[in-house]
């Protein structure tokens, strides 16, 4: 493929994901849209063990039940995890870390988007908080083990999901002197927009850390999921025209196709930030910025650290 074309990649998840044999997955928000849409298409390739992480554990295990139903025998199991606790993710991280021997695929896909002010457990802006912070983190405590299936020869992947809501990302990009605060004044949609930049921020530079892995940032599309549902923070205007949206918004069977053709499929790029299926060369200034991208990188493993 030619990347920076605008011509959409043909895939068909049915036909194009190839035996996933051996390979072990772990997706967060797996229990509803379109992280379950993925476990699914991933069950159906014969991976060895899936981790359907997500934060309440009565949806969680219903969805993994949901899909024993949907692929019999499918070696799914759900793991509890908050993004917005940084306790839940480490006793998530160890979870995994003790019972699998290797990671092949990690799909960053949970989320929230334009929900009221607040602060994650640990002092973040709740948006920031869990759509960057918790991911990070999340990722840090499992990289030994990312690592440890790369040196095996094997083919790693990190998916961090975006969205091109990271063009209407504040004119300063990231305030950092806001990331510890509710940042009420930004409104629900522009605390979004930012978390959305550094998620294709972060990606670009775990690329550049661990060329032994393939890291890139996708944009599903606009799809029919209970995000838009929860976005009671968005502009008057959003929400005026959140029925004319849904009925453009694409199924989560299609919307999931970005998220998975970036996961298994040959001529993805490391680094690179896709929209809708692997389209690339869509970034503006701040998401290509290197120095930004290295800034938001240490400031976020300094507090991690910490």
């Not at 797996?30 to 014969?46: D, T």
């Not at 692929?71 to 870390?97: C, G, H, M, W, Y």
């Not at 930004?292 to 240490?298: F, S, T």
Request: glycine residues 8%; aromatic residues 6%; charged residues 20%.
């Amino acid at each position: 493929m030619l990347f920076g074309c605008n011509k959409s990649v043909p895939f068909n998840p049915a036909s194009d994901i190839p035996s996933l044999a051996g390979k072990v997955i772990l997706v967060t928000g797996g229990n509803v849209g379109l992280g379950k849409q993925c476990i699914v298409q991933f069950a159906r390739h014969n991976p060895r063990q899936i981790w359907l992480a997500a934060r309440n554990p009565e949806r969680g295990q219903a969805a993994a039940d949901e899909m024993r139903q949907i692929v019999p025998n499918v070696p799914v199991r759900f793991l509890e995890l908050d993004l917005a606790s940084f306790d839940s993710i480490r006793k998530a991280a160890q979870t995994v870390l003790t019972e699998s021997d290797r990671l092949d695929i990690l799909m960053l896909n949970a989320g929230v988007m334009a929900v009221p002010p607040g602060l994650t457990k640990d002092g973040y802006e709740i948006e920031f908080g869990t759509n960057h912070m918790g991911h990070a983190l999340l990722t840090r405590l499992l990289m030994p083990l990312l690592l440890k299936t790369a040196d095996s020869g094997a083919d790693v992947r990190v998916v961090s999901m975006t969205s091109t809501a990271f063009k209407q990302a504040p004119s300063d990009a990231l305030d950092f002197a806001r990331l510890k605060s509710t940042a009420e004044d930004m409104g629900g949609f522009g605390r979004y927009s930012q978390s959305k930049l550094a998620n294709i921020l972060w990606a670009r530079h775990l690329a550049k850390l661990y060329p032994q892995l393939t890291v890139v940032s996708v944009h599903p599309g606009l799809v029919q999921t209970e995000l838009m549902d929860r976005a009671s923070d968005a502009p008057a205007l959003l929400r005026a025209f959140r029925g004319v949206a849904k009925m453009m918004a694409v199924t989560v069977e299609q919307g999931a196709k970005n998220q998975l053709w970036a996961s298994v499929s040959e001529g993805v790029k490391s680094g690179e930030y896709y929209e809708p299926v692997g389209i690339s060369g869509q970034m503006t200034d701040n998401a290509k910025d290197d120095q930004l991208a290295e800034k938001l990188w240490d400031w976020t493993q300094k507090e991690l650290a910490s």
